[in-house]
Structures are given as C-alpha cells and as structure tokens.
C-alpha cells in the first residue's frame, strides 16, 4: 500500500541529545513537510523540501535540521539547541502544485 | 498566524448533518479554502477544497458565502468516528512551499 510512514511510533531521549525522526514515502511525491504539534495547539511548520538536495526552513527552523538526499525520505533531527523539544511530529508529503497534503502517523517525542 | 476563525468545539448527534463554520473575512481572490481533519494522536487528514462555488465529495460539501469571507463544512450523516478537530485553512492558489497554516480548529464531539 502506498502512505508515509513515521517511525516510531513513541520516542524517548534525555536532554542534550540530538535526536532523528524519520519520514519515508512511497507516494511518488515531490514536496514533503515537517510540522510539530503541541498540546491544543495547530501544526506549525518546521521545514520542507520541493525537490531533491533542497529544502526551506518553515515557521519554527531553529533548532531543527533536515536533509533530502533521496526523493522517498526526508528526515528530521532534533537538535539540543531546540528548547523545547517534546512534541508530536508530523510528516507530510503532496505532488508538487497538488491541493492535497498526506500526512503520517506521526512521532511523539518526549524529551526527559 | 492563521487567516481563520473557528469556534472552539461543537456537539452533534449522531446521524444528523454537523455544519462547522469558519470565518475567512480577510480572504483574497487567489485564496483557496480548504479543510483538514484530526482524529485525536494521529495524522490529519484531507477532507475538502474550493475557490468560491460549492463543493461537494464522498466526505463531505463545503458550502462558501458569495463575498467568500465565510464558509461552512456539512458532514451530512455524522457518525461517532466523525469526532475530531477540524480545521479551516486559507492558501494561496500559487503557495509558495506549499505549507499550510493550521489554527487552533474546531473540536466536533458526536454524540450517540
């Protein structure tokens, strides 16, 4: 079946630690997206990525990284300059110039 | 910050039509609306678009007021799986990045 998968599911690290979410899709899709969710909040943009070998900070870059090397996959790392780490992490991906966004299941990540 | 207003959350009985309004008043021609789903701890989900005239798919109808500065989504036979937030979201039709912008949704319980 097609989708994006998150792995995994619950994520725990101590603080200081960088940390990396992955994002893998076999949609075919040009653009994907990250987006961080925290408690009774909406989503906010991390970053995202239209092509291979490129990708834009979104609303909330600092303190994240991202790379895309290969056009299925577009992990995050949480780094220890990130605050406020503990959140629920989306994933995304969508065709390029195409309405609809696909989402993951997501990472939630506690940072103790 | 989000382009959107929703109310906080809504009840609905199962079985009946569930209109979740949303407020876009300061909405430009080259701005779409469209609207996601959260079922609670996963991935939001697609429901619906549309530019100014009515729409309708195997989810739901988006119904948008002439001047387009409201719109409401109808899901017409709710069911108990139907409770999530949903979000009303305006993007421009050329969307640099692709990114949407969540806000804060509206919570729909159905009830039996």
């Known amino acids: 079946d097609g989708g994006i998968t998150q792995s995994p599911k619950y994520l725990f690290r101590k603080e200081g630690q960088n940390v990396t979410l992955s994002c893998e899709q076999n949609?075919?899709?040009?653009?994907m997206y990250w987006y961080r969710q925290d408690p009774g909040q909406g989503l906010r943009l991390i970053y995202y990525?239209?092509?291979?070998?490129?990708?834009q900070k979104g609303d909330i870059a600092e303190g994240y990284s991202v790379s895309r090397e290969k056009k299925e996959s577009f992990p995050l790392t949480v780094t220890s300059a990130q605050k406020n780490p503990t959140a629920f992490y989306l994933c995304?991906?969508?065709?390029?110039?195409?309405?609809?966004?696909?989402f993951g299941p997501g990472t939630r990540l506690t940072v103790l | 910050d989000a382009k959107t207003t929703q109310p906080p959350s809504m009840d609905c009985a199962e079985g009946r039509a569930a209109n979740l309004p949303c407020n876009h008043s300061?909405?430009?021609?080259?701005?779409?609306v469209y609207w996601y789903r959260q079922i609670h701890s996963q991935g939001p989900q697609y429901i619906i678009h549309?530019?100014?005239n009515n729409e309708t798919n195997e989810m739901a109808s988006l119904i948008i007021t002439e001047d387009r500065k409201s719109s409401t989504l109808i899901l017409p036979h709710a069911t108990l799986r139907d409770t999530a937030v949903y979000y009303c979201?305006?993007?421009?039709?050329?969307?640099?990045?692709?990114?949407?912008?969540f806000g804060q949704g509206t919570e729909l319980s159905v009830k039996p």
């Open positions: 949609l075919n899709h040009d653009a």
């Open positions: 300061t909405i430009s021609g080259n701005e779409y």
């Open positions: 549309g530019l100014k």
């Open positions: 990525s239209q092509i291979v070998n490129d990708f």
């Open positions: 979201i305006v993007r421009p039709i050329y969307n640099q990045g692709g990114k949407l912008i």
């Open positions: 995304a991906s969508s065709i390029k110039g195409v309405h609809e966004q696909f």
